[in-house]
T-cell receptor, first 115, second 112 residues
Framework: GAGVSQSPSNKVTEKGKDVELRCDPI?????LYWYRQSLGQGLEFLIY????????KSGLPSDRFSAERTGGSVSTLTIQRTQQEDSAVYLC?????????????FGSGTRLTVV | DAKTTQPPSMDCAEGRAANLPCNHS???????VYWYRQIHSQGPQYIIH???NNETNEMASLIITEDRKSSTLILPHATLRDTAVYYC?????????????FGTGTRLTVIP
């Protein structure tokens, strides 16, 4: 597609439930990133996929968070046993490569609210 | 990656040039300067980047000092739609670098 697509755009879930957030990167982009942004805060890095390499999971806040990227394209971020502090906007970005010559293209995000 | 320092907020009159400063005094020789902006309720948008030469594109100009310890993003004729949070980021330019570190940025308000 023309841009990075994320779904759903909004998700309200009950505390303790699992959620899955989806990201469709720009076709041909080998690098994919997940960030989250709490209300009024900057972006917090979560995880990075580059081609077929092992993902950089250094930003995942707990073992309740996991992500996968199937076939080098679509990515799913899964949050198990959601907590209220997980409420945030989850942003996905892709870039042609991980190199500095190419900027990131972000999706519009998924707003997650845990009640 | 080197850290950056930006003023938390700035105002600019509509139609005037907006000059957004960024200090990156610990920048390394192989680190690029990136600028992104985030309009309310949207994902960040890439604006421009550079290594040591000044850069210009359809959105903005980037002026990097000779010692590369600071830079300025210039929006030549600010419009109301330029109201956003502007992030200055430095990052090593190599494949495999893991992510961009977004600080708190500068909230630019363009005033009618």
């Amino acid at each position: 597609g023309a841009g990075v697509s994320q779904s759903p755009s909004n998700k309200v879930t009950e505390k303790g439930k699992d959620v899955e957030l989806r990201c469709d990167p720009i076709s041909g982009h080998t690098a994919l990133y997940w960030y989250r942004q709490s209300l009024g805060q900057g972006l917090e890095f979560l995880i990075y996929f580059q081609g077929n390499s092992a993902p950089d999971k250094s930003g995942l806040p707990s073992d309740r968070f996991s992500a996968e990227r199937t076939g080098g394209s679509v990515s799913t971020l899964t949050i198990q046993r959601t907590q209220q502090e997980d409420s945030a906007v989850y942003l996905c970005a892709s870039s042609l490569t991980g190199g500095a010559g190419y900027g990131y293209t972000f999706g519009s995000g998924t707003r997650l609210t845990v009640v | 990656d080197a850290k950056t320092t930006q003023p938390p907020s700035m105002d600019c009159a509509e139609g005037r040039a907006a000059n957004l400063p960024c200090n990156h005094s610990t920048i390394s020789g192989n680190e690029y300067v990136y600028w992104y902006r985030q309009i309310h309720s949207q994902g960040p948008q890439y604006i421009i980047h550079g290594l040591k030469n000044n850069e210009t594109n359809e959105m903005a100009s980037l002026i990097i000092t000779e010692d590369r310890k600071s830079s300025t993003l210039i929006l030549p004729h600010a419009t109301l739609r330029d109201t956003a949070v502007y992030y200055c980021i430095v990052r090593v330019g190599q494949t495999g670098a893991n992510n961009l570190f977004f600080g708190t940025g500068t909230r630019l308000t363009v005033i009618p």
